[in-house]
């Protein structure tokens, strides 16, 4: 949706901003900003796109029409919960036609949505739970148990079990095009009873949303996305209806030639991540395109999908990438249909490149961002331009600096290291709940602190040297060493711990632990594994754990982990 008035990239006033000169011809160098709530653009695809396909999952199609009318009722079972404008509303669902109803179903109400990630371990959860206080949870029901292990002070009143597979009791392998074996697994891991919770057919069973009842407007509060921080407390960042509606508009700015009611996105990227949600539930919304979803990436499942619905749009994180191509190569499965295709969350690997760009014949960019910022904020161009090996240029309307780590008021000699600040109508308005954490991360005026330190090429594209922050990257997750560290403290062996990010050859980081001793005590890796696991997501456990010594310090008694790190990678 761009404005007559929207300079082009090529435009005297598009010279403020160097970068626009890389963008692909047609992207516009700013976008007109939403004056409308996600709820409104909802409602608008839903009228538009009516009989038309908005989900599939495991071959089973939902209309726009339908989606729109479950999502009245569900907000109308959701107000009988006493659900009101404001109330912070939990979701802990994988990818389902669920998770998308109840998203705008919330918002309908002007409530916020609050994402959490159902492998969380019940201690994880209470902790974010304590911050948010959401009285009303919707989970699927695999994890009931855990919301169930909340002592009651935690506050939560009514949980709605999702059972996936409820609405689909005749699910034919011949559709999905998967042996009878992976359809039993996959039926089998998909749903469990859950007898102590409202299940999501009561929450749909109280007719639909009074049509005049109030909608929310574009500044109100829409998401709070929890993120790791370097203190290993996770932060919820406040995302308004404006700052996702525009990024989405970035997005679809950025995707020039995407069509209207003509894309197949792949939902392999969890929707309570922040990509999966922009990029499905906000950005696939907006385009009216057809949502396919998956509970988790399987392979099988996907190129099972790609023979019935071909995806034009598939983003991912670089493992992904390259476990699809290699599969879709050893098959003969075509992957030509794959038009748009961004990669983040980790660095991207020269030979992923070249492996999904042989196999599928179209680009695969690499683009950045953070929960902060709606998430995305930079991307390589879908042109001749882009970069290897860069995370790209800004997105329309989003401007970038690069200051001293030291005094951010200071901005670097261009092509010198310093952190990635960034301003635009995505960035976050701050961490609920939270003030002193918000004056670390946004400045005065409004600037970003990313905790990224990068390099700007003379061309304007910008790479990632190191991170400020300290987190480890794992699969496409933020891992804060400090939360890690933290929990291996608390083992009777362990008098103190050090966590770090080994690099991987073929992308992303694995989760290493460095771990001095008490006396007398040895090291016994498994049992420090298994006492991880029971405390934490298994995607922060560490993959390695290795005995140190002595932790190196800095004078005021602070472990360097830096120094831990190159003390212990030869020992990995």
Known sequence: MQS???????????????????YQPGVPAEIELPTESLVSMFERSVAEAGDAPATEFFGRRTSYRELGEQVSRAAEGLRRLGVRAGDRVALILPNCPQHVVAFYAVLRLGAVVVEHNPLYTSRELRHQFEDHQARVVIAWDKVVETIEEFPSDVGVEHVIAVNMLAAFPTLKRAALNLPLKKLRES?????????????????LSSGSLDAAHPRPSVNDLAVIGYTSGTTGRPKGAMLTHLN??????????????????????????????????TLYLTFGIRKQGLLVLFPKFDTDLVLGAMKKSPATVYCAVPPIYERTAMAAKDRGISLRSCKFCISGAMNLPDHVVELWESVSGGLLVEGYGMTESSPVALGNPFHPTRQAGTIGVPFPSTDMKVVDVDDPSKEVTQGDPGELLLKGPQVFQGYWNNAAETAKSLTEDGWLRTGDIVTVSAEGFTKIVDRAKELVITGGFNVSPSEVENVLRQHPTVADAAVFGKPLERGGEMVVAAVQMESGS????????AFCKERMARYKVPVRIV????????????????QVKEQSLPRL
């Open 244 to 277: 996702l509606y525009a990024n989405a508009l970035q997005g679809e700015a950025w995707m020039h030639g995407a069509q209207t009611g003509k894309e197949i996105l792949y939902a392999v990227l969890p929707m309570f991540h922040a990509f999966g949600m």
């Open 4 to 22: 007559p008035n929207t300079p082009a990239a090529d435009s005297p006033s598009a010279l403020i901003r160097p970068w626009v000169k890389n």
């Open 522 to 529: 040895e090291l016994d890796e498994a049992e420090l594994r």
């Open 187 to 203: 039926r089998a891991a998909l749903s469990a009873p859950a007898p102590r919770a409202m299940s999501w057919k009561s929450l």
């Open 547 to 562: 005995g140190i010594d002595d932790m190196p310090r800095s004078m005021l008694g602070k472990i360097l982990r830096k």
